[in-house]
């Protein structure tokens, strides 16, 4: 007679456990990451309210972009954590509550701060909210990591069919919510105040939390993994998973990646609104074509690009994005307005792409990193990664803020600007160069055939 626990091992192999399962995860991983994509709503008003509010510098800004993801590098504490110890018999849900209580409460206490409101305040409010949405991503991508791990199979097809379809799945969900949320930012910050807008998003993140304490973890039908190991357990068996060689050497190059190209988000954000005068309006249709493109993105890889090299794939973006800041080399020194193209249609296409096209390489990546993490400690590993990434990216941050400075770039005079961009496009190409860092596929595991 077969047995229940079998039965659901069955069922997940063919396609994530039964109905009612599958339809409680995709709302959950749904809603999580569709919320995730929406927080580009408030960040927009964010830099809107620090540039035209608190009249900070494009160098203060920058700087406050990147320190603002200073709790995402404590993720993989928040994995190990998530791992190792279960609130009432749950160890991912309980997390994803908590995190979102955290953020609703950051950005309504920002609605109810006044309109004089010191850098401090406004910095340590944000770095709250950033806690409360890190610790809500390790949470969900550790259940997509357990959920995506492809099953022992002697079939290929089989493991191309289930493995990154889940990945896929939220990674629409998020380009979903940055589309809306950027959609929604460019119309509300021109007829709400900023403060209005933290507020809004204040009470979607309520309406979160309030989804998520009504839904039990049972109802996933997760893997089952030891539970309460401890987090000494739980950190020697991440520390054993980073000694593997495809992992760990994968980590620096993707963190690398990131972190050897001097950000000049702050610096072009002052440049396309101050000197050029581009409308709000203009900035959030960018924004919104650029999530189109992730999302376009999302179902392209699911259903074309699965099964391409890994390592190719990500090699063959990291060189586009290289070209597209070349583009914006000739874009500031005024290439583009001589043949006719309007400043706007460029930031449109062109500034909307490259900003998503940053992105573009984590989705392939994870699936890969998904498929070696070793069984248990997903949640660390996975976490360790996006850890890894928040570092990158802040280290990417201070390095624009130091190269602006080097060539004097400010919020009146953008003279310098051209040369700073010509250095991040051949510092975006240089990590190609030792791309065979990437494992070049992951082969499915076989089962011995029984004799």
């Known amino acids: 007679m077969v047995s229940s626990e079998t039965m659901r091992q069955r069922g997940r192999r063919k396609g994530g456990g039964n109905e009612g399962s599958d339809g409680m995860r995709k709302l959950l991983l749904g809603l999580g990451f569709l919320v995730q994509g929406f927080r580009c709503f408030p960040w927009m008003a964010v830099n ?119 990945q896929s799945f939220v990674w629409i969900a998020s380009s979903v919510g940055g589309v809306l949320g950027n959609l929604a930012g460019g119309i509300a910050i021109d007829r709400f105040s900023p403060q209005v807008m933290f507020l809004m998003f204040g009470i979607l993140l309520s309406i979160q939390f309030l989804v998520t304490i009504f839904i039990h973890e049972n109802s996933l039908d997760l893997p089952k993994s030891p539970s309460n190991r401890g987090i000494k357990k739980q950190l020697s068996e991440l520390l054993v998973a980073l000694q593997k060689p495809e992992i760990y050497y994968s980590i620096i190059w993707f963190a690398a990646s990131y972190a050897m190209i001097p950000a000049l988000t702050g610096t072009m954000f002052y440049y396309q609104t101050q000197h050029l005068g581009i409308e709000s309006s203009v900035l959030g249709i960018s924004k919104v074509f650029g999530q189109a493109a992730m999302l376009l993105w999302g179902v392209i890889y699911n259903k074309n690009l699965k099964s391409m090299s890994p390592r190719k794939l990500i090699s063959a973006i990291q060189a586009t994005m290289a070209v597209f800041m070349f583009s914006d080399f000739l874009f500031v020194k005024g290439v583009y307005r001589m043949f006719g193209i309007p400043y706007s249609l460029y930031v449109v296409l062109f500034s909307g792409l490259l900003e998503v096209l940053y992105f573009f390489k984590i989705l392939p990546f994870t699936v890969v990193m998904a498929q070696l993490c070793p069984p248990g400690c997903e949640g660390s590993v996975m976490a360790f990664l996006m850890s890894a990434l928040a570092l990158a990216l802040i280290i990417s941050g201070w390095i624009g803020v130091a190269l602006s400075s080097f060539f004097q770039v400010t919020g009146n005079d953008f003279s310098g600007l051209p040369h700073a961009l010509l250095i991040q496009a051949v510092c975006t190409l240089l990590p190609v160069y030792w791309s065979s860092c990437i494992p070049d596929g992951i082969k499915p595991k076989t089962k011995a055939k029984e004799g």
């Not at 749950?90 to 209580?101: D, M, N």
Request: glycine share 6%; aromatic share 14%.
């Open 48 to 166: 809107f309210f620090l540039k035209d509010g608190l009249k900070v510098d494009p160098s203060t800004l920058q700087i406050l972009q990147s320190s603002a993801n200073l709790p995402m590098v404590a993720k993989p504490f928040y994995g190990i954590l998530s791992d190792s110890f279960y609130f009432f018999g749950q160890h991912r849900v309980p997390y994803i509550a908590f995190g979102a209580f955290l953020q609703a409460v950051s950005w309504i206490a920002i609605f109810l701060s006044p309109l004089n409101i010191s850098f401090f305040t406004i910095t340590l409010y944000l770095l709250l909210g950033n806690l409360g949405a890190s610790v809500v991503e390790v949470a969900n991508d550790a259940m997509v990591a357990e959920l995506g791990k492809p099953p022992s199979s002697s079939s290929k097809n089989r493991q191309n069919s289930s493995s990154g379809q889940l």
